[in-house]
């Protein structure tokens, strides 16, 4: 009974959609007001009943309802309970419902907070978004429903959650992922509502941007937490690999990363409109482009769903009806006109726009190695992958030179920059920054690498560059510090930075100076890595609620004091009778220690694989800080509600509506 | 002129939508077999039913003959049990690989459904397996009078996948070594 009404909610919830998609647009053909009012109650009618549809599933789940095939596949008694209720999003059609429910949240979310926005234009965007929502239902309910039954003969017991999934990374990751992507269908309304009106003006950014940095926000938190999941879940000791799936969450967030720096501009110089709008359709269509890469099978990679044609077929079609239709508006509706105003070369607008070149032209690299496998073999030339030292060669000598924007675009000034201040200003930490990335890597590790040089002098110049800038702008003229005078979206955007500055260190100390060693290990044997003395005492028989496990018992000292204590385990999953490495790991600051078994050799020996890995929690932490950063900026008080500016600002839309 | 310039993302998608289309009728996981054409790489392991029995690849004789790899966790080997059953009764030898499984189990299952193999190599590790690149069971190879791998099965033997893929392949075999003999 409780399966019939989840699917029967959903239903429901496609009706509200179609209405919703439908009726407030004749409403603003026909200027009839009321029709457009019924946009926000439909909208809600929609988050009700996804809601309500996605909660009787997780019931059902709860309840061990094993006649549901979904269940059954995805389920187990012995499951505990905090993994039943994420298992409702481990497979491929209850993922679905949680897109489907992620994107009537972002609708009603935009239906409750934009009351002070033009009625028409809000109309305009939720009758979009209830398009997209209904595309996704459709492909829910006909190709891939959560809810089918199995009867009469039903199973008693069910095949169990993929053991890899049985993990707290995999009940935070999936949400804050689709909430990511999803996210991104906000910003891609605002801007086909924006075509649609031809208003694609300062106010039309400024409503869209804090959507947008929410929805990048939420994208950069569920990114880390994929690779730190994969990092200590998979016992590969990798924390990104390039892999299809992987970049098909990384493009959007790069192009987000384009899109936030270029609203700015549209909202505060009126610069770059159709740029801006063309990156807001990007940026979902990457999503959308990551799904069907995911969902069809049509690319080879470690973590793809289950593949069916059928499915393909349907998500390609919908990608299409999206892309084409949204790129059709754009190629006739977009602005002829060039823009209002001018800037010089030396200029923020320019460095922002490079930047963003920048940006477009990392996407374009992940795309073309992500693809370049199936382009390859749809013109019959054979079966060749992609793997990562073509994303290294290509990818980081461009986020190097973006880099070295990011520390000039802030100190710049808008239009017109004399050419000669911002060398005056930056040309000794530039100097400075070439010394310290010279020096690093002789008094790190003794030995001269290149590549560290760049990534440490980078890091170093960000730091600089951005603490130059910030403390210019808290410093009033008659020298006393004020740390309110810059907006909070100014600080969003130092924390930010900042992140990437942290980021770029993890990410160069690890690859740089991670050591590893693959060793055979008796009972009462020692090994040395990097100052590091790792000592086996044996393995313990250990029992979880549906595995058992052999656990290995090492201790760690350093200069004779023991630091760490592991249990690294090899769990054997009983239903799905699926080997699996749980590595162990202590964490600090500066290193972490990770043990991996390997297999068991005779004489109660084991094969081990040891890692000392310097500074990679830096990777989380500055995951953390960018996300932070970009809720800052969103939360700042220009994008909320003004009582006073609303009535003027309603009069003034309805106007160009009426022209 | 300039609106052209605006039309470029829309015939940029066109192109790459109609490659994605193509993609869903490629399978990327139909990677020809790195090992069709190898020999049988080489093993020194137990057997399942034999006591302390060691088999290496020696031990595999035949004109042709078939390397099963099956598991008593496996549905599908449950399910192609009984074929290779028959396909043993008509004379074709089949080896097992008893794939990281327990020597309880199988030898409960051989009992229990009856032993088509002439003998099952008890893979416990899984390191055959891995040399033979199998992803999972059941999988079948065919190998031929010289040892080599000429086929690859993943899947379920049945009626059908029998006669399709096996039978043209094994009648190959036959008139290579009529032809062999001969010479």
């Avoid at chain 1, 505990?80 to 419902?97: I, N, R, T």
């Avoid at chain 1, 947008?212 to 939420?218: D, H, I, M, P, R």
């Avoid at chain 2, 599908?76 to 309880?104: A, F, M, Q, W």
Wanted: hydrophobic share 50%.
């Amino acid at each position: 009974m409780i399966p019939e009404l989840g699917n029967f909610a959903l239903i429901v919830g496609l009706a509200f959609a179609i209405c919703l998609s439908v009726i407030p647009l004749v409403g603003v053909a026909s200027n009839n007001l009321n029709l457009v009012r019924y946009a926000r109650p439909l909208t809600f009618g929609a988050f009700f009943f996804t809601l309500l549809s996605y909660v009787l599933l997780t019931v059902s789940f709860i309840n061990d309802d094993f006649s549901v095939l979904y269940i059954v596949k995805q389920s187990n008694t012995l499951l505990p309970l905090q993994y039943k209720m994420a298992a409702v999003f481990g497979g491929h059609e209850g993922s679905l419902v949680l897109w489907v429910l992620m994107l009537t949240t972002w609708a009603g979310a935009l239906a409750v907070s934009s009351k002070q926005l033009d009625e028409a234009f809000v109309a305009r965007v939720l009758s979009v978004l209830g398009m997209v929502i209904v595309g996704f239902m459709l492909f829910t309910l006909l190709t891939s429903n959560p809810f089918e039954r199995l009867l009469p003969n039903f199973p008693s017991e069910g095949r169990d959650l993929n053991p890899l999934l049985q993990d707290i990374g995999l009940i935070v990751h999936p949400p804050m992922l689709y909430l990511g992507w999803s996210g991104f269908s906000v910003a891609f309304a605002f801007a086909i509502a924006a075509l649609m009106t031809g208003r694609m003006d300062a106010a039309w950014a400024r409503w869209t941007r804090p959507w947008t940095l929410a929805a990048w926000s939420f994208l950069t938190i569920g990114i880390a937490l994929g690779s730190w999941w994969a990092y200590y879940e998979l016992g590969w000791g990798g924390w990104w690999f390039w892999d299809p799936v992987e970049n098909a969450s990384f493009m959007p967030w790069i192009v987000g990363t384009a899109l936030i720096h270029a609203l700015s501009v549209t909202e505060q110089r009126g610069a770059f409109r159709n740029w801006t709008v063309l990156l807001a359709i990007s940026a979902f269509s990457l999503s959308l482009l990551g799904t069907f890469l995911v969902r069809s099978g049509v690319i080879n990679s470690v973590h793809s769903f289950a593949s069916d044609p059928e499915r393909g077929m349907f998500i390609l079609m919908l990608l299409c009806i999206v892309i084409v239709g949204s790129l059709t508006l754009f190629a006739f509706r977009a602005s002829a006109l060039q823009g209002t105003s001018k800037f010089e070369f030396y200029s923020k607008e320019t460095f922002i726009l490079a930047g963003n070149i920048g940006l477009v032209t990392a996407t374009a690299t992940v795309l073309l190695g992500t693809l370049y496998p199936l382009l390859v073999d749809a013109l019959g030339m054979g079966k060749i992958s992609v793997g990562p030292p073509y994303y290294n060669a290509v990818f980081t000598p461009i986020i190097a030179g973006l880099v070295v924007l990011m520390g000039i675009a802030p100190v710049i000034r808008w239009k017109k920059n004399k050419s000669g201040t911002f060398r005056k200003e930056l040309g000794l930490i530039a100097l400075a920054s070439i010394g310290f990335g010279l020096a690093f890597p002789l008094l790190y590790g003794g030995e001269f690498i290149g590549w560290v040089a760049v990534g440490m002098g980078l890091a170093f110049w960000l730091v600089t560059a951005t603490l130059k800038n910030a403390k210019n702008n808290i410093s009033n003229s008659d020298g006393r510090m004020d740390f309110s005078r810059p907006t909070q979206s100014y600080w969003g955007m130092v924390v930010a930075h900042m992140g990437m500055a942290v980021a770029i260190v993890g990410v160069t100390m690890v690859s740089y100076y991670e050591t590893q060693l693959d060793v055979r290990m008796d009972v009462g044997s020692k090994v040395e890595l990097s100052g590091y003395e790792f000592v086996f005492e044996g393995m313990k028989d250990v029992k979880g609620p549906n595995y058992s496990a052999k656990q290995g018992q090492f201790r760690v000292f350093e200069a004779g004091n023991e630091v760490a204590f592991l249990q690294p385990e090899r769990r054997n999953y009983l239903v799905q009778t699926m080997g699996m490495t749980e590595a162990g790991i202590d964490s600090t600051i500066t290193r972490d220690l990770f043990i991996a078994l390997g297999d068991p050799l005779d004489n109660e020996a084991w094969a081990v694989r040891v890692y000392v890995k310097p500074f990679i929690n830096l990777l989380w932490i500055a995951a953390a800080l960018i996300a932070f950063g970009g809720f800052m900026c969103m939360t700042d008080r220009r994008y909320r509600a003004k009582k006073t500016a609303t009535e003027t600002q309603q009069i003034d839309s309805a106007n160009t509506i009426n022209v | 002129m300039k609106r052209f310039v605006l039309f470029l993302p829309l015939l940029l998608f066109i192109v790459l939508g109609v490659f994605l289309y193509k993609g869903l009728f490629l399978n990327p996981q139909a990677m020809p077999s790195a090992l069709e054409g190898q020999p049988v790489p080489a093993f020194k392991l137990l057997t399942v039913r034999q006591g302390d029995r060691v088999v290496t690849k020696a031990d595999l004789k035949g004109d042709f003959y078939l390397l099963n790899v099956w598991a008593t966790w496996c549905a599908g080997c449950k399910i192609e049990h009984p074929y290779l059953l028959d396909i043993s009764k008509s004379g074709v030898p089949i080896y097992g690989v008893n794939y990281r499984d327990t020597i309880e189990d199988s030898s409960k299952w051989l009992q229990d459904y009856k032993d088509p193999y002439q003998f099952s190599i008890f893979d416990v590790n899984g390191d055959l397996g891995v040399n033979l690149g199998v992803y999972g069971a059941p999988e079948t190879f065919l190998i031929d009078h010289q040892g080599i791998i000429r086929m690859r099965y993943a899947g379920i033997i049945d009626t059908n996948s029998w006669q399709v893929k096996f039978m043209p392949l094994i009648a190959t075999i036959k008139q290579e070594i009529a032809q062999e003999k001969a010479l």
